[in-house]
């Protein structure tokens, strides 16, 4: 078996100092991509595209809502034919954005084993992590007529020379940071110690870190940092502390979080003065039978009331939606 370089996720550099007119904002991001068994080892081949339709459904849903969702594609997406068809038209009326999502295992040159580590592609080698990034920018570039600027890694999986890479493709945002969380039991990357806050990831360049938004709430969320990786350890501590109110971790998407929890976390997030709320989810949970999330056509409907819901209360809390490149227009240009 391949040895695995196990990389400390990229440290933030600055924080990124955004105007005070802007205001409060929040975007949604879509990890769009090949239907898999998540509880089976990787594979290059044996997915399916079932779910693709569902983004017309999903598209006319924000539109009607006023949100111009970030649709984050991989190989197998933007190498069929319908989908890059779809996510062209969105693109070309200015209702949606298109960026990169890179899956390695199933995105060429193949020249490594299909494993854990290697499903981060922070942890392959530079020069292989360098060509299944421009394989991938290249055939997004000619589908949907625009070059990529916003890059999200699969599994989160940043590594060291990911940045590097980034600045070289042209790229402008990484959203590929999960603040809170911890990777590094699988050998992907550590990010408790970065900011949910956007930040500089290289000021000469203009590239900066867009995290998604995942807080801490309860009366010891101030230690959250401590408490919450230390409860891990023993059988259900970590759900005793959420009964009892005093910490939860609530990561903003409908996979595994209820509306009530979200709008906690939503109200954490404002209180704390972060100035963009960055909500997700993965495409396949737009059909029942891919995900874990959504097993029955119910779960798709109560998928789309959490977002009715989600919305209706940003509305009330007066927070808007944006774009990741109108907000990185009035932060950074």
């Known amino acids: 078996m391949q040895k695995i370089d196990i990389s400390k996720a990229p440290q933030p550099v600055d924080f990124l100092s955004v105007p005070i007119c802007y205001g409060q904002k929040f975007v949604v991001t879509v990890d769009t991509e090949e239907e898999f068994d998540w ?4 594979r290059r081949t044996g997915h399916s595209l079932d779910t693709v339709p569902s983004l017309t459904k999903f598209q006319q849903f924000c539109e009607g809502q006023g949100i111009k969702p970030v649709y984050l594609v991989d190989y197998p997406i933007i190498t069929n034919r319908s989908a890059a068809e779809i996510l062209a038209d969105f693109v070309h009326r200015d209702a949606a954005e298109v960026g990169i999502q890179l899956h390695p295992w199933v995105n060429p040159p193949h020249d490594e084993t299909v494993n854990e580590g290697n499903s981060f592609a922070g942890n392959l080698p530079r020069e292989l992590e360098r060509a299944k990034l421009h394989v991938l920018c290249d055939l997004i570039a000619k589908a949907i007529g625009r070059d990529p600027v916003i890059y999200r890694a699969g599994r989160y999986g940043v590594g060291p020379h990911t940045h590097e890479l980034l600045r070289e493709a042209g790229v402008k945002i990484d959203t590929s940071v999960r603040a809170n969380f911890d990777y590094s039991a699988g050998h992907g990357p550590d990010f408790r110690q970065h900011p949910l806050r956007p930040y500089w990831i290289d000021r000469d360049a203009r590239l900066i870190e867009i995290p998604l938004t995942s807080v801490f709430w309860g009366l ?99 927070i808007e939606p944006t774009s990741m490149s109108e907000f990185y227009a009035a932060t950074v240009d």
């Open 220 to 318: 010891m969320r101030k230690q959250g940092h401590i408490l919450h990786p230390l409860a891990a350890r023993f059988p259900f501590a970590r759900a005793v502390l959420s009964r009892t109110a005093m910490l939860e971790r609530i990561a903003l998407t409908p996979e595994g979080i209820n509306i009530d929890e979200a709008i906690k976390g939503i109200d954490m997030a404002l209180d704390d003065g972060l100035p963009l709320l960055n909500f997700s989810f993965h495409s396949p949970s737009l059909r029942p039978g891919y995900t874990p999330y959504v097993r029955e056509k119910r779960d798709v409907d109560s998928l789309y009331d959490w977002w009715r819901s989600i919305f209706a209360y940003l509305e009330l809390r007066n």
């Open 39 to 42: 509880d089976k080892p990787l």
